[in-house]
Each structure stands twice: as C-alpha cells, then as structure tokens.
C-alpha cells in the first residue's frame, strides 16, 4: 500500500466527517424542521442548526466544537499491514487536529493534562476486522461527550419511572430504550439518533448499540420483530414532548437502530448509545494498493444544502426579547423569566470543569461581579503573529457544572451562565437566592455561535488545555432562551415532568 495516500484519504475522511453531515442525517433533520410548529422555541432551534450545517460546509470547519473521541471501525483484507495503516490514522489524526479540523480532546485521565493532537493511550480507537473482499472499508464516527454521557444500559428485570417492570422480553426492551429516550431529556443535544444492542456483556453490548449507529438512518432492519420495534420506538418516542434542546415539540428522536447478540442466562442487557443532532459518521472504500478513496459511504439519495434563513421568533405573547451586556444588575436578572429570549453583546468568558474547580479554591484570574460564564470548550487557531481566532464555540453540557455553579455564582457575583441542557436544583435555588439566570443555547451549533464572537480579548489558565482554558470573547448578538429564572422557575423540571406523565401511557405490554 501507498501508505502516505492512506494518511491523506484518512485525514479527508476525518475532515468530511467533522465538518460535512452525511446526506441520510441532512434529510432527517430537513424532516423534523418541516414537522415542528411555526413560532415555538424548537422552530427557533431547528433554523438555528440548519444554519449552522450550512455554515460549516461554507466555512469547512467543525459542525460543533465537541469533535469527539475518533472511532474508527475498518475491515481489511487479509495481509494488509495494519500497524502501518494505524500510525497512519494517529498522524492524520493529529495534523487534522494542527489545522483546527478537530479540538484536542485526549486528556491524561490520571493528570488532566491535554497531550493537544488527540493522541494518547488507546486514543483514537481504532477497530480491525479482516474480510474476504478485495478492498478496504473505514468507518469513522465522531461522538461528542455531551450525548456520550448520556449513554446508558440496564440490565433486566428492572423498574422503571413511569413504565414499571421490565422483564426480560421484548415487551422489557421496549420498555427500555423509550426510557432511554426519557432519560436523556435535551442534554444529549435532541432531536437525536439511538444505536441500541439486546445481549452481550457489559462491554459488548455497549459496542454493539454503537456499531448500530453505523447503519444508515432510513435502511430496514432484517430481523422482522427488530424492523417493528424501531418503527415503534420512532412513532411513540416523539409522542414524548421532550423536542428539540429539551425545548418542547414535535421531535424528540431522529433514528433507531436496533441490533442483538447472545447473552449467557444470568444477563440480559440493553445497551443504548445516544447520538445528538450533529451526527457526524461516514465512510470510504479504500483501494489497498494504492490507498486512494474510491467511494464515500452514507451519499445515496438527495443532499439537502440548507439555505441561510432568519431564525423565526417566537409567537407566544408573553415572550420578551432582552438585549444584555456586562456588567449586569440583579434588576436585570430578576426582570427576565423562563422563555424570555436574549441578545448579548459584550464581554463572556468560558469556564468549563477544569474552570469551575478551580474557581471553588482560588481567585479568579478576571472581576467576574455582575459577569456572565459560557459553558464552552471552544475549538482555537493561533495565526503567525500570535492572535488567537474562534473556529468553532457552541454550548457544552452544563449539568456537569452542578456541584460548583451556585456556589461560584455567589462567591464572584457572575450573574448569568450560557449553557446546553439545562442544570439542578442546587443551581436554581442559588439563582433564586442570589439574582441569577441560566440561559440555553443552541447545542451542536458552534459555527452560528463562533460568527457571533467578534475577538479573542484574552485568556487565562491555558495549561489546562484549549478547552478548559478560560477565554475572553466579545460578542455580539449571541442568542440563547431563558430557561431558568431568578423565580424559582425551570423549563427542564417542566418538560421531565410532563414527558415523565406522557411516557406513562406506555406502560401496558405491547409486543407479546
């Protein structure tokens, strides 16, 4: 094999991955955003993401900034040299990673320490198998940590909130991937897809619902009772009200694959892999001799080239649309309520985990009084004279942030806090008690956000890695929606709780 036209298609493949939707995922959302209802929140979201795919075509830069852990699954024919096609992959990896294709997300998990090229101990994954064909096939699937953590497994019999028993049936799995849809809420960046593995062990089935997220969204499962039970899951799961960010609406789940193993008979698992909006998998067919791409996967049918629209604003009456900039008073939060929609212009600083721990026990390296924090771990190019530039900023999961936000609220004054996915009780009370607001933006849309970003003023604790660095960025027009107030109020408590009630009406045994 050429193996230095290898490394190219791989580095190729890993840039079409991060910055261009496959056609089958273009297609589903273009469906969910002609099904949501004109002048809701979600309507707003859905223009929000077809702006931002549009965008990173445009700008060939990274649909959200969370560019994952790479996973490479790849078969081979026999005799291929493997060793050299993974020192392949790692340099492409890692020279993609130069270019700002993708974040540096390989973190040392003892030390913290970022290695900054994504490279690492067992990073990035890459999966052999040899088959009897003739040419090479590698797929690459780029699966952020915000729809990561929202994986989850059960082992059946179990009990679950709304549906009860779950015996170990199909009428049981059933029961369980729509909890798994439940669970999820907008934290996993919805409307989303799920791969979901019946069998195996703990890890095997987590490998399998994986491999699912391979299959194309709209192919037909063989397995008849499989090819059902997907068709199910896609009809009631968004009958669920959970929409698109966990906003309310009309999608909650753009596809469901379903795939099954033997299992020994003390186990019966069900593994369920969460995969957001930016869908981010493709594949090529690669000629072994010369290593060249002779054909890209997942492209049959119509590509949906989304064209730029204004977001619609919401209808309902009692919405506000409110202009802020730092400093901001408590008079400002307390006049702000759930479903107010913001503009800032101004001053934001990121802070992520690295960020928030480090705020619990020491000074923080700006006057953060009357401040607002952005959950991001943004995706930074440094040019020749040494400015840094945004490539990419979207929300990243806030839920994380629980144990310390209120806390560090009060301590430093920060009066609001852009995130994804909404946060806990201990935040909201800290909100309500000292004059605080939480404010959820677009998740997955990192392009929309870093075109809102008009400099980099600045940064503080850059060894703990680009992501977890604290940047200054002065914005303009940067849109979130108010989703916790100052009132006590929470649209996340609202929309658990109502799905909670509407997953209940699928409790009784459908498939016998």
């Not at 840039?15 to 979600?42: F, Y």
């Not at 040299?81 to 890692?94: G, L, P």
């Not at 989850?152 to 059933?174: M, T, V």
């Not at 913001?342 to 009357?370: C, E, F, Q, S």
Request: include cysteine; glycine fraction near 10%; hydrophobic fraction near 35%.
């Amino acid at each position: 094999m050429n193996i230095e036209k290898f490394r190219e298609s791989m580095y190729q493949l890993i840039v079409e991955t991060s910055t261009n939707l496959p056609k089958d995922v273009r297609r589903a959302i273009k469906a969910a955003k002609e099904r949501e209802n004109a002048g809701t929140r979600a309507a707003m979201s859905l223009a929000t993401i077809t702006n931002n795919i549009r965008m990173a075509d445009e700008n060939v830069s990274p649909i959200c900034q969370d560019t994952g852990l790479p996973t490479f699954k790849i078969k081979t024919p026999v005799g291929v040299n493997q060793i050299e096609m993974k020192k392949a992959i790692q340099e492409a990896i890692a020279q993609a990673t130069k270019d700002g294709k993708l974040r540096p997300n390989s973190v040392d998990s003892l030390t913290g320490e970022n290695s900054g090229d994504n490279l690492g101990i067992g990073l990035p994954v890459i999966k052999f198998e040899q088959w009897e064909n003739d040419y090479i096939d590698v797929r690459l699937i780029l699966k952020g940590g915000g729809c990561e953590n929202k994986n989850i497994q059960y082992s059946l019999p179990c009990e679950l909130d709304g549906l009860g028993r779950a015996g170990r049936d199909l009428d049981g799995i059933r029961k369980c991937i729509l909890h798994s849809v439940y669970q999820a809420q907008g934290q996993g960046c919805s409307a989303g897809f799920i791969g979901v593995g019946i069998g195996g062990d703990r890890s095997s089935g987590y490998e399998l619902a994986k491999e699912q997220l391979f299959r194309p969204v709209d192919d037909v499962n063989p397995n008849e009772d499989l090819r059902k039970l997907e068709e199910y899951i896609m009809e009631n799961a968004n009958k669920l009200g959970i929409g698109t960010m966990g906003f309310g609406g009309e999608t909650t789940l753009l596809g469901c694959k379903i795939g099954v193993m033997n299992r020994i008979p003390a186990s019966f698992f069900v593994s369920v892999a969460y995969n957001c909006w930016a869908f981010r998998r493709l594949g090529v067919y690669i000629d072994p001799e010369t290593g060249e791409i002779t054909e890209w996967l997942y492209q049959d049918g119509e590509k949906i080239d989304f064209k730029e629209e204004q977001e619609p604003q919401t209808t309902d009456a009692d919405v506000n649309v409110v202009t802020l900039e730092a400093p901001i008073t408590e008079e400002q939060i307390r006049q702000l309520k759930v479903g107010d929609v913001v503009r800032i212009n101004g001053m934001i600083y990121t802070g992520r985990d690295a960020i928030h721990k480090y705020l619990m026990d020491h000074d923080a390296p700006v006057d953060l009084n009357g401040q607002i924090i952005y959950h991001c771990g943004p995706v930074m190019l440094k040019d020749e004279d040494g400015n840094w530039h945004v490539k990419a900023a979207g929300p990243t999961t806030s839920i994380r942030e629980e144990p310390y936000q209120g806390d560090i609220m009060k301590k430093f004054g920060v009066r609001a806090v852009i995130g994804k996915g909404g946060m806990g009780p201990k935040t909201l009370q800290a909100l309500q008690e000292h004059g605080g607001v939480y404010l959820n933006a677009i998740g997955g849309a990192a392009q929309y956000y870093a075109d809102c970003i008009e400099s980099v003023e600045g940064v503080d604790l850059l060894e703990f890695g680009i992501p977890e660095a604290m940047w200054h960025l002065k914005v303009k027009d940067f849109t979130a929606v108010v989703t916790m107030d100052s009132h006590g109020n929470s649209l996340h408590k609202d929309i658990d709780k109502s799905s909670l009630e509407k997953l209940a009406q699928f409790k009784e045994p459908v498939f016998k």
